[in-house]
């Protein structure tokens, strides 16, 4: 037992420290009045010779008053809704194609995938700005089409393409897993009984990939949700996702308990897609 | 058929990327414009002090955050697969998970104030003035780190068979032992990739730096955001070549060996 907490105790006690307690600290400060001083608010909790509470639900009251910042919550999750399925779509042909492909070619392919996720997330966004800003690469293939100039940067299609693009490569992975897992057998079974390959597909791959396919979706949806720096950089200006309406309330306008308190909503608000996400990994 | 889905999304994937390593071979000022071929964009980033100084700084902070990741992670992997039921497991597990679904900017503004209040508190208690950078960025990166490492651990050794440690046990090694001879040669891959994950993300990382960074603390990522919300520049063009230079070797090398190890 006591070579167990020789084990456990450094890592439990570095993440209480670390996970927990902010947390904790996060929750608090989002009932905290924000003030001039440094940091720049009242602590909600005081100690006069007691406990003494002076915190206020100003700030959780802001984000349910002002249809802004709902606004805002509600973009957010559209457009992580809107990226998830983009990957989904793009991700499954590939999963089919690296699963189907000849044993050697497998893991060459995958790391294809993968490769881009380790050439860095910021010099890939700026590809995209490179290619999409006026009179950029783009529009100059679309000027030899006859079309154009369009506007393409800090647009809804620029997010979207560069959402897409940071987190195709973690929609493939738990797809081509377990599509490479699948019994082939059963597909087999099904073709030697006369159904053509799209009814194979349609009626046993399709369904037995479901919990995958879930699990890639949640696996974009949840991180998309919260994106700051690809709508910041790629997007309209007017498009104020949470990210960004906690990052511009906390840096601009220096109202932390604001801040704490979009925090607070939007880990409430994730928090059923991450229970699911969770049960789901512990089944497969 | 098969093969047509891969290549669009391979194409997607890759084009953006090598068109910019192509262009970063450009001499013409404006990105993706070609002015014949030169390497000036790469001897210009070479020249740039504060790129350097900035690139040094992220690298100390992710080797410094991916050691403390895979020390910190690696024995929380081990708990959570080896130790069976013990009072805490949930909660371990549930602690080591969050980093991984946290949005970053909820991971950032929770350590950040963490920060602000350790710093009240020293300053109060201890008459200690102390201040945010380097040190609380590798914290911050560690943190999240060690959860990578934990994930990667604890699923290598539930795919391991404990008879091997049990078997040595039985042959009369001690704790530690097991651990050296049996254990630990076996989840080095894991140990590794999970040290090679826990280093990409803290170079990789912007929103959570930025929070708990200080006035003086400016990571290359940081600085490459800046740039960016200007506008893209032939030098990161070029910075970006150059990482990707980097990343194909690093995996050329692993897949070697791999091979390496699979013939032998």
Same mark, same amino acid.
């Given at each position: 037992?006591?070579?167990?907490? $020789?084990?456990?105790?450094?890592?439990?006690?570095?993440?209480?420290?670390?996970?927990?307690?902010?947390?904790?600290?996060?929750?608090?400060?989002?009932?905290?009045?924000?003030?001039? @001083?440094?940091?720049?608010?009242?602590?909600?909790?005081?100690?006069? @010779?007691?406990?003494?509470?002076?915190?206020?639900?100003?700030?959780?009251?802001?984000?349910?008053?002002?249809?802004?910042? $709902?606004?805002?919550? /509600?973009?957010?999750?559209?457009?992580?809704?809107?990226?998830?399925?983009?990957?989904?779509?793009?991700?499954?042909?590939?999963?089919?194609?690296?699963?189907?492909?000849?044993? @050697?070619?497998?893991?060459? $392919?995958?790391?294809?995938?993968?490769?881009?996720?380790?050439?860095?997330?910021?010099?890939?966004?700026?590809?995209?700005?490179?290619?999409?800003?006026?009179?950029?690469?783009?529009?100059?293939?679309?000027?030899?089409?006859?079309?154009?100039?369009?506007?393409?940067?800090?647009?809804?299609?620029?997010?979207?393409?560069?959402?897409?693009?940071?987190?195709?490569?973690?929609?493939?992975?738990?797809?081509?897993?377990?599509?490479?897992?699948?019994?082939?057998?059963?597909?087999?079974?099904?073709?030697?009984?006369?159904?053509?390959?799209?009814?194979?597909?349609?009626?046993?791959?399709?369904?037995?990939?479901?919990?995958?396919?879930?699990?890639?979706?949640?696996?974009?949806?949840?991180?998309?949700?919260?994106?700051?720096?690809?709508?910041?950089?790629?997007?309209?200006?007017?498009?104020? /996702?949470?990210?960004?309406?906690?990052?511009?309330?906390?840096?601009?306008?220096?109202?932390?308990?604001?801040?704490?308190?979009?925090?607070?909503?939007?880990?409430? $608000?994730?928090?059923?897609?991450?229970?699911?996400?969770?049960?789901?990994?512990?089944?497969? | 058929?098969?093969?047509?889905?891969?290549?669009?999304?391979?194409?997607?994937?890759?084009?953006?990327?090598?068109?910019?390593?192509?262009?970063?071979?450009?001499?013409?000022?404006?990105?993706?414009?070609?002015?014949?071929?030169?390497?000036?964009?790469?001897?210009?980033?070479?020249?740039?002090?504060?790129?350097?100084?900035?690139?040094?700084?992220?690298?100390?902070?992710?080797?410094?955050?991916?050691?403390?990741?895979?020390?910190?992670?690696?024995?929380?992997?081990?708990?959570?697969?080896?130790?069976?039921?013990?009072?805490?497991?949930?909660?371990?597990?549930?602690?080591?998970?969050?980093?991984?679904?946290?949005?970053?900017?909820?991971?950032?503004?929770?350590?950040?104030?963490?920060?602000?209040?350790?710093?009240?508190?020293?300053?109060?208690?201890?008459?200690?003035?102390?201040?945010?950078?380097?040190?609380?960025?590798?914290?911050?990166?560690?943190?999240?780190?060690?959860?990578?490492?934990?994930?990667?651990?604890?699923?290598?050794?539930?795919?391991?068979?404990?008879?091997?440690?049990?078997?040595?046990?039985?042959?009369?090694?001690?704790?530690?032992?097991?651990?050296?001879?049996?254990?630990?040669?076996?989840?080095?891959?894991?140990?590794?990739?999970?040290?090679?994950?826990?280093?990409?993300?803290?170079?990789?990382?912007?929103?959570?730096?930025?929070?708990?960074?200080?006035?003086?603390?400016?990571?290359?990522?940081?600085?490459?955001?800046?740039?960016?919300?200007?506008?893209?520049?032939?030098?990161?063009?070029?910075?970006?070549?150059?990482?990707?230079?980097?990343?194909?070797?690093?995996?050329?090398?692993?897949?070697?060996?791999?091979?390496?190890?699979?013939?032998?």
């Amino acid at each position: 037992m006591r070579r167990h907490l $020789l084990i456990l105790g450094p890592p439990l006690a570095w993440l209480l420290l670390l996970v927990a307690a902010p947390l904790g600290i996060l929750g608090l400060i989002a009932f905290a009045e924000a003030g001039p @001083g440094v940091p720049p608010f009242i602590p909600p909790l005081a100690w006069e @010779g007691g406990p003494v509470w002076q915190g206020s639900s100003e700030s959780l009251a802001t984000l349910l008053a002002d249809s802004y910042y $709902l606004e805002a919550f /509600l973009r957010s999750l559209l457009t992580a809704f809107v990226t998830a399925a983009l990957c989904l779509l793009l991700a499954y042909p590939m999963a089919l194609g690296i699963a189907g492909a000849r044993p @050697g070619w497998r893991l060459p $392919l995958l790391l294809l995938v993968l490769l881009p996720f380790w050439t860095g997330f910021l010099p890939r966004l700026g590809a995209w700005i490179g290619l999409f800003r006026d009179g950029g690469w783009v529009n100059g293939m679309l000027g030899l089409l006859g079309i154009g100039p369009l506007r393409l940067l800090y647009t809804e299609a620029a997010l979207h393409a560069g959402m897409v693009h940071a987190y195709l490569p973690f929609a493939v992975l738990p797809l081509a897993t377990a599509l490479l897992r699948r019994d082939l057998a059963l597909e087999e079974a099904a073709a030697d009984l006369g159904a053509t390959p799209f009814t194979v597909f349609r009626s046993v791959t399709l369904p037995l990939s479901l919990p995958a396919a879930a699990s890639a979706f949640l696996l974009v949806f949840i991180p998309a949700a919260g994106e700051f720096v690809i709508p910041d950089l790629l997007g309209p200006p007017e498009a104020l /996702l949470v990210g960004r309406v906690l990052w511009s309330e906390f840096f601009q306008n220096r109202d932390w308990p604001l801040a704490a308190a979009l925090a607070l909503a939007l880990l409430v $608000l994730l928090l059923p897609p991450i229970l699911l996400f969770q049960r789901l990994g512990r089944r497969a | 058929m098969r093969c047509l889905g891969l290549a669009i999304g391979l194409g997607f994937l890759w084009a953006p990327i090598l068109l910019m390593v192509a262009y970063a071979f450009s001499a013409d000022r404006i990105p993706f414009q070609w002015g014949g071929f030169s390497l000036r964009w790469f001897v210009a980033l070479a020249a740039n002090e504060r790129m350097r100084e900035a690139a040094s700084l992220s690298l100390r902070i992710a080797a410094g955050a991916a050691t403390l990741a895979t020390l910190l992670g690696g024995l929380a992997g081990w708990a959570l697969a080896r130790f069976g039921r013990f009072r805490g497991r949930a909660l371990l597990g549930v602690l080591a998970g969050a980093p991984l679904v946290l949005p970053e900017v909820v991971t950032g503004l929770s350590l950040l104030l963490l920060f602000v209040m350790a710093q009240a508190a020293a300053e109060a208690w201890l008459g200690w003035r102390l201040g945010r950078g380097a040190v609380t960025i590798l914290l911050a990166h560690a943190t999240i780190g060690m959860a990578y490492v934990a994930l990667v651990v604890q699923a290598r050794l539930v795919a391991l068979d404990a008879s091997l440690e049990e078997a040595a046990a039985d042959l009369g090694a001690g704790p530690f032992t097991v651990l050296r001879t049996v254990t630990l040669p076996l989840i080095a891959p894991s140990l590794a990739a999970g040290w090679l994950l826990a280093f990409t993300l803290s170079l990789d990382d912007v929103v959570v730096a930025s929070f708990v960074s200080g006035p003086a603390g400016t990571t290359l990522p940081m600085m490459v955001f800046s740039a960016l919300k200007v506008g893209l520049t032939p030098e990161v063009n070029a910075l970006a070549a150059l990482i990707l230079a980097v990343a194909a070797l690093a995996v050329g090398l692993a897949g070697l060996a791999l091979r390496r190890r699979g013939t032998e």
